[in-house]
């Protein structure tokens, strides 16, 4: 493979994109040792970036508008894996879900991180194809229905973390399809009027569980539903953000958060609370600089795409990436309700690492043929 | 951008989505501002708060020993489990009684108190929920720290008594404060909280603020289940005060050997010293183990066999020599000749009173023993003439009595260093309710006081001050126990906040005696009586010793309060040796075993002996010293 490299692919490489991305994964293992440094974690994700790496490189250095053609099958695939992980004795179930597949030697993996890329694919071949002019009702149903089929067997795991991610996918994909304004304003509105009445009626009707109406409330006021059950992961996370103050605590872990287990999951899902405990403010505030620099990095190259089908892909994965950040870190900063959405490039966890990665290599390989044609 | 199209503003969207996330980014950093710059004082407190514990480290209570340092009461290092608030707080535990009363055989009722009692408390209190937790208890524990983390074995002192049942009275014993002594603010104020081991009856109670030491604590480091981490720092608790008392535990053994040689094995020996109140020996049977108070208090057959000991009809449970309260019977002459003195009504020159053999009193007559013509106050006592002091008391009349009563203390306690002494009874108490029914003081109630019966219940300890008092000069001194507080020393630096100043040693303070006023005359007077009762011919022949002049009197107290009819009078013997220089008073009373000198003489002579035995071993111990 390195052969077929040339000297031109290696000149428009964008080496400062890979640099920010392989930067805050380095700071992230830091962080997951931080978070459990008797566990194995820390080196699982050192091993898991240069897998990413070798993933990154090789799509990085294909040509995007060949696998972006090859889509619907990466797309079929994509749904048979989900499939498959419903399967008992394929599936694994952690936590009453059912969202891995374990695999000999790697260990486990989780379709749904996967099957976002399929997904963003196979909507930017349609949305790619389409000319000047507003998006039309039949092009928004297709690009739902893309959406739709991997989303229904994500919830039959169920995984609504996982789910909810999927959303800004087509949301950014409409919106440069040419959505009509008034469509966006009108989404934003109802979603405003909606959302409480629908969490209402939720509540009434049992539709939503209980366990989820309580980490809601959880966020909206914490202190005051007990703090030793469902608000107890918004209080620890706050706390423990808090008590990074400025600059962090020193290397004094004996007595952190995670060391004495009052953080939930401090190498995953709130590993954003650990940087926050042992990095401080000035850390926090340089790591969401570089994902606003990694973010600009990804917009600039959706500007110089060559084609439509590039510029979604690149905007499709970076409105994913941010709408995750948001997530993650809003939960940890205790405005946003406990969901299990892991902190791009961040949390630990091999497929997440994995999928970021193999994004932000068809970001690189847009980038790289921007002057062709 | 080749693909941008005019129709779809296709540059300002892209632009629109990249605003949104640095708006978005902006949110969260204001966000991570207000949490760790605007707040971060706050949460860094909460985090201190829910890991740093304080886990109080009991303090041993100060051992007591007798006069020769023979250990009387120790605490000993033993596994306690204990039950903490804090993970429990919030959660019901109902379903884990049944649990914790099956894996540590604790009384289910007992579970259901604690758990009511913690769930009342600060959320970082620990209680014991078992104490002398065996290895079975340990392992159960250790087995179920995932599931109940609010279980933690620790090493505790306790308190133990090695000679059980022997000096229980006066030893008392120690457990947790009752929720309703907490509720006095003078408690508060000492500092006690919940679970804290006080004593409970005797020096144990009464000494209780130098016996009980000061609790330490361990600065400790917990994780979210409340598991110790690690330890910041131990502050050592300060133990309590060692307390050496005027117990002499040989003698203390012969007496109580002497009342379990008794026909009923019920009653009372004291000893003193006459010449300075110390108590050399206290003995009240029936006796109870104070060990089973200490261990037995969480356990099904400990809880059974404390609920027995009360309910015991003949009372085990209290100090017979100082709640007791009974008829002093003859014993009760002693006072009165003094009383009789003192009031001109005889004089040690015409001290003769007429016996007649009884007395008639309205149509009804009451007999004397024997028939004594018109004997002197010595014959009297030495005899226990009842008609001499029949008609004694009719010529001091009640008020003359009463009078004796206040000069002897009969109305007050002694002040002895034992908790809930309780108040003779004389006719100064029944005077007032007595007038109000009977509308006057009959002469017959005042016939019947003079041979302490009747309206006269006085307790042993009172009985054997007054009349010991007799050896040395008419003074009184306050029965005690107390010889010496050992000093403890300081813990810590001083100036810093942990730190406990040491604690002086201090001895009985001995105040003045009270002084029972009498000429030299008067004071031969009386202990030629006493002399004679043993020496002379007396109700006491039996009790002569050879070489060892005993002063004493009799007494045969009739009873009825026990409502037991045909029982027995209660016997007594009040003496004290050398009848001319005292070095110890010996009172011997046994419930319903019949005559004083028969039953209670031979219990004090075996004390005497005893006594002898020991000191003239010392004696010969230190010729044997002198010769080397």
């Given at each position: 493979m390195v052969a077929i490299i040339e000297k031109r692919d290696l000149r428009d490489f964008d080496w400062l994109t890979m640099l920010i991305a392989v930067a805050i994964v380095c700071f992230g293992v830091w962080q997951i040792f931080n978070a459990q440094p008797t566990e194995n974690y820390w080196s699982k994700q050192i091993i898991g970036l240069g897998i990413a790496l070798v993933a990154f490189a090789v799509v990085g250095f294909s040509d995007y508008r060949r696998i972006v053609d090859a889509a619907p099958v990466l797309y079929g695939i994509g749904l048979v894996l989900l499939v498959l992980v419903l399967i008992p004795g394929i599936g694994m179930k952690i936590n009453g879900q059912q969202c891995w597949i374990r695999v000999p030697l790697i260990g486990q993996f989780q379709p749904s991180e996967f099957v976002k890329i399929p997904v963003v694919l196979m909507l930017a071949k349609y949305f790619g194809a389409r000319k000047s002019g507003s998006l039309k009702l039949k092009e928004m149903l297709i690009g739902i229905a893309i959406l739709a089929a991997p989303l229904g067997l994500i919830m039959l795991e169920p995984d609504a973390g996982q789910a909810i991610t999927y959303f800004p996918l087509l949301a950014v994909i409409f919106f440069l399809s040419g959505i009509k304004i008034r469509y966006v304003v009108i989404t934003i509105v109802a979603g405003i009027v909606l959302a409480p009445a629908a969490y209402w009626a939720g509540v009434k009707s049992g539709k939503i569980k209980d366990y989820q109406r309580q980490r809601i409330e959880a966020i909206i006021d914490p202190e005051s539903v007990d703090p030793r059950g469902f608000a107890y992961h918004t209080i620890q996370s706050m706390i423990t953000v808090g008590k990074g103050g400025l600059t962090g605590i020193k290397g004094d872990t004996e007595t952190s958060q995670a060391k004495l287990k009052f953080l939930p999951e401090p190498h995953s899902d709130f590993i954003f609370a650990v940087t926050a405990e042992n990095t401080g403010f000035v850390g926090c505030i340089s790591l969401l600089l570089a994902y606003a620099i990694l973010i600009s990095r990804l917009v600039a190259g959706a500007r110089e795409a060559p084609d439509r089908a590039g510029m979604l892909v690149i905007m499709a994965i970076a409105g994913g990436m941010m709408f995750q950040i948001f997530m993650n870190v809003g939960m940890v900063l205790g405005f946003l309700p406990v969901i299990g959405v892991p902190l791009p490039l961040m949390s630990a966890g091999l497929s997440a690492i994995l999928s970021t990665f193999i994004a932000i290599g068809f970001v690189i390989s847009v980038k790289m043929r921007r002057f062709v044609n | 951008?080749?693909?941008?199209?005019?129709?779809?503003?296709?540059?300002?969207?892209?632009?629109?989505?990249?605003?949104?996330?640095?708006?978005?980014?902006?949110?969260?950093?204001?966000?991570?501002?207000?949490?760790?710059?605007?707040?971060?004082?706050?949460?860094?407190?909460?985090?201190?708060?829910?890991?740093?514990?304080?886990?109080?480290?009991?303090?041993?209570?100060?051992?007591?020993?007798?006069?020769?340092?023979?250990?009387?009461?120790?605490?000993?290092?033993?596994?306690?489990?204990?039950?903490?608030?804090?993970?429990?707080?919030?959660?019901?535990?109902?379903?884990?009684?049944?649990?914790?009363?099956?894996?540590?055989?604790?009384?289910?009722?007992?579970?259901?108190?604690?758990?009511?009692?913690?769930?009342?408390?600060?959320?970082?209190?620990?209680?014991?929920?078992?104490?002398?937790?065996?290895?079975?208890?340990?392992?159960?524990?250790?087995?179920?720290?995932?599931?109940?983390?609010?279980?933690?074995?620790?090493?505790?002192?306790?308190?133990?008594?090695?000679?059980?049942?022997?000096?229980?009275?006066?030893?008392?014993?120690?457990?947790?404060?009752?929720?309703?002594?907490?509720?006095?603010?003078?408690?508060?104020?000492?500092?006690?909280?919940?679970?804290?081991?006080?004593?409970?009856?005797?020096?144990?109670?009464?000494?209780?603020?130098?016996?009980?030491?000061?609790?330490?604590?361990?600065?400790?480091?917990?994780?979210?289940?409340?598991?110790?981490?690690?330890?910041?720092?131990?502050?050592?608790?300060?133990?309590?005060?060692?307390?050496?008392?005027?117990?002499?535990?040989?003698?203390?053994?012969?007496?109580?050997?002497?009342?379990?040689?008794?026909?009923?094995?019920?009653?009372?020996?004291?000893?003193?010293?006459?010449?300075?109140?110390?108590?050399?020996?206290?003995?009240?049977?029936?006796?109870?183990?104070?060990?089973?108070?200490?261990?037995?208090?969480?356990?099904?057959?400990?809880?059974?066999?404390?609920?027995?000991?009360?309910?015991?009809?003949?009372?085990?449970?209290?100090?017979?020599?100082?709640?007791?309260?009974?008829?002093?019977?003859?014993?009760?002459?002693?006072?009165?000749?003094?009383?009789?003195?003192?009031?001109?009504?005889?004089?040690?020159?015409?001290?003769?009173?007429?016996?007649?053999?009884?007395?008639?009193?309205?149509?009804?007559?009451?007999?004397?023993?024997?028939?004594?013509?018109?004997?002197?106050?010595?014959?009297?006592?030495?005899?226990?003439?009842?008609?001499?002091?029949?008609?004694?008391?009719?010529?001091?009349?009640?008020?003359?009595?009463?009078?004796?009563?206040?000069?002897?203390?009969?109305?007050?306690?002694?002040?002895?260093?034992?908790?809930?002494?309780?108040?003779?009874?004389?006719?100064?108490?029944?005077?007032?309710?007595?007038?109000?029914?009977?509308?006057?003081?009959?002469?017959?109630?005042?016939?019947?006081?003079?041979?302490?019966?009747?309206?006269?219940?006085?307790?042993?300890?009172?009985?054997?001050?007054?009349?010991?008092?007799?050896?040395?000069?008419?003074?009184?001194?306050?029965?005690?126990?107390?010889?010496?507080?050992?000093?403890?020393?300081?813990?810590?630096?001083?100036?810093?906040?942990?730190?406990?100043?040491?604690?002086?040693?201090?001895?009985?303070?001995?105040?003045?005696?009270?002084?029972?006023?009498?000429?030299?005359?008067?004071?031969?007077?009386?202990?030629?009586?006493?002399?004679?009762?043993?020496?002379?011919?007396?109700?006491?022949?039996?009790?002569?010793?050879?070489?060892?002049?005993?002063?004493?009197?009799?007494?045969?107290?009739?009873?009825?309060?026990?409502?037991?009819?045909?029982?027995?009078?209660?016997?007594?013997?009040?003496?004290?040796?050398?009848?001319?220089?005292?070095?110890i008073a010996v009172l011997a009373m046994i419930e319903n075993s019949g005559f004083g000198a028969a039953n209670a003489g031979p219990a004090a002579k075996g004390v005497y002996e005893a006594y002898l035995q020991k000191r003239n071993g010392r004696q010969t111990d230190n010729q044997d010293v002198a010769k080397k």
């Open positions: - | 951008m080749k693909i941008y199209d005019h129709t779809q503003n296709l540059g300002i969207r892209v632009s629109t989505i990249q605003i949104i996330a640095f708006v978005l980014l902006t949110i969260l950093g204001a966000r991570l501002y207000y949490l760790q710059i605007v707040r971060g004082e706050y949460y860094d407190e909460k985090a201190e708060n829910q890991r740093i514990r304080l886990i109080p480290i009991p303090a041993p209570r100060g051992a007591i020993f007798d006069r020769n340092g023979k250990i009387l009461v120790d605490s000993r290092p033993t596994y306690n489990v204990t039950l903490s608030n804090e993970p429990i707080k919030k959660i019901d535990v109902t379903d884990r009684i049944d649990d914790y009363a099956m894996g540590l055989n604790v009384d289910r009722q007992y579970v259901v108190e604690r758990l009511n009692l913690i769930k009342k408390q600060n959320e970082f209190e620990t209680m014991v929920l078992k104490e002398n937790a065996t290895i079975q208890d340990i392992t159960w524990v250790e087995a179920h720290s995932m599931e109940y983390p609010e279980l933690r074995v620790e090493l505790q002192p306790q308190r133990v008594y090695p000679l059980k049942q022997t000096l229980a009275h006066v030893l008392g014993y120690v457990g947790e404060i009752s929720p309703k002594e907490l509720e006095k603010p003078e408690v508060r104020e000492k500092g006690l909280r919940p679970g804290d081991i006080v004593g409970k009856g005797g020096l144990e109670q009464y000494y209780d603020e130098y016996l009980r030491g000061k609790p330490g604590y361990r600065k400790v480091i917990v994780d979210s289940r409340g598991r110790v981490q690690s330890e910041i720092e131990t502050i050592p608790p300060q133990a309590g005060q060692d307390l050496v008392s005027t117990i002499d535990l040989d003698l203390q053994l012969a007496a109580e050997q002497q009342l379990a040689n008794s026909s009923t094995k019920r009653g009372v020996v004291i000893v003193t010293d006459p010449n300075n109140g110390e108590v050399l020996a206290m003995a009240s049977m029936p006796s109870f183990d104070p060990n089973i108070f200490v261990q037995g208090s969480t356990t099904p057959e400990g809880r059974k066999q404390i609920a027995a000991y009360w309910q015991d009809e003949s009372r085990p449970l209290y100090n017979r020599a100082t709640q007791g309260r009974y008829h002093p019977g003859s014993t009760w002459k002693i006072p009165e000749s003094v009383a009789g003195l003192q009031q001109g009504v005889i004089t040690v020159k015409d001290s003769h009173v007429l016996c007649g053999g009884g007395i008639t009193i309205g149509n009804k007559f009451t007999r004397c023993m024997g028939s004594h013509g018109a004997p002197p106050l010595d014959l009297a006592i030495t005899k226990s003439c009842d008609g001499y002091y029949y008609h004694l008391a009719l010529k001091m009349k009640i008020e003359g009595l009463i009078q004796m009563v206040e000069n002897f203390d009969f109305d007050k306690r002694t002040g002895i260093d034992l908790p809930n002494e309780k108040i003779s009874q004389t006719p100064k108490t029944w005077m007032p309710s007595i007038l109000k029914r009977e509308g006057k003081w009959s002469d017959i109630r005042t016939v019947y006081a003079s041979i302490g019966q009747d309206t006269v219940v006085v307790t042993p300890i009172s009985l054997l001050r007054a009349i010991s008092s007799m050896g040395v000069h008419g003074r009184m001194y306050i029965p005690h126990f107390l010889k010496e507080f050992k000093p403890i020393g300081a813990i810590g630096t001083e100036g810093e906040s942990t730190y406990i100043p040491e604690r002086p040693g201090f001895g009985f303070p001995h105040p003045e005696p009270k002084i029972i006023e009498m000429t030299d005359e008067q004071n031969a007077l009386i202990l030629k009586g006493m002399w004679g009762v043993v020496n002379n011919g007396g109700t006491a022949g039996s009790v002569k010793m050879a070489n060892w002049e005993i002063a004493g009197k009799t007494g045969t107290a009739q009873n009825s309060e026990l409502g037991s009819g045909g029982a027995k009078d209660h016997a007594w013997f009040v003496s004290f040796a050398p009848a001319y220089k005292p070095e």
